[in-house]
Structure formats: structure tokens, C-alpha cells
């Protein structure tokens, strides 16, 4: 009998992961960073679920400011706190 491989596969990133990485991306750009000030739409072939849950746990984020636009977008907008 043969044994089982003790390689193992990777998991796939859910489609929550992979939006979460886009809009990541995007945040973590210069040009976003500098501004402290985004634009963000949800792709067509991202889950209206998986964007609600995003909108929800970014509201939660201390400094942070949703402002809801037309057409499944929102525009973030940041104060980065002195320590």
C-alpha cells in the first residue's frame, strides 16, 4: 500500500481573500497613501456578500471614514493617529 504524500497542496484564497488583496493593493498604493484617500468599486464578478462583510468590518476601523458612492462603490478616507 502506498503511503500518503506528506507534500501538501495549497489552499486556495476564498473570494473574500482575493477581493480583500485587490482593495489592499490599492490602499497600500503611494499615491493612496499620500492622499489618505481612496476610491473603491466592487468588480462584477465579486460577491455582493463578500463586499457587504468588507463595507462592515472597514466601518469598524478606528480613523477610517466611509463615504458611500454610486454604482457599488465607496471612498475611503483616513487620519493616521500621533503616537
Same mark, same amino acid.
Not at 490602499?27 to 484617500?37: L, T, Y
Given at each position: 500500500? @502506498?503511503?500518503?504524500?506528506?507534500?501538501?497542496?495549497?489552499? +486556495?484564497?476564498?473570494?473574500? &481573500?482575493?477581493?480583500?488583496?485587490?482593495? +489592499?493593493?490599492?490602499?497600500?498604493?503611494?499615491? @493612496?497613501?499620500? @492622499?489618505?484617500?481612496?476610491?473603491?468599486?466592487?468588480?462584477?464578478?465579486?460577491?455582493?456578500?463578500?463586499?457587504?462583510?468588507?463595507?462592515?468590518?472597514?466601518?469598524?476601523?478606528?480613523?477610517?471614514? !466611509?463615504?458611500?458612492? &454610486?454604482?457599488?462603490? !465607496?471612498r475611503l478616507t483616513w487620519t493616521v493617529s500621533a503616537d
Open positions: 500500500m @502506498a503511503k500518503p504524500s506528506k507534500k501538501t497542496e495549497a489552499r +486556495q484564497p476564498s473570494s473574500y &481573500e482575493l477581493m480583500g488583496g485587490r482593495i +489592499q493593493k490599492i490602499i497600500n498604493s503611494p499615491k @493612496a497613501q499620500r @492622499a489618505r484617500d481612496v476610491t473603491i468599486h466592487r468588480l462584477p464578478d465579486e460577491s455582493a456578500t463578500d463586499w457587504a462583510r468588507f463595507l462592515e468590518e472597514v466601518a469598524e476601523a478606528e480613523n477610517v471614514r !466611509v463615504q458611500h458612492i &454610486e454604482g457599488d462603490g !465607496v
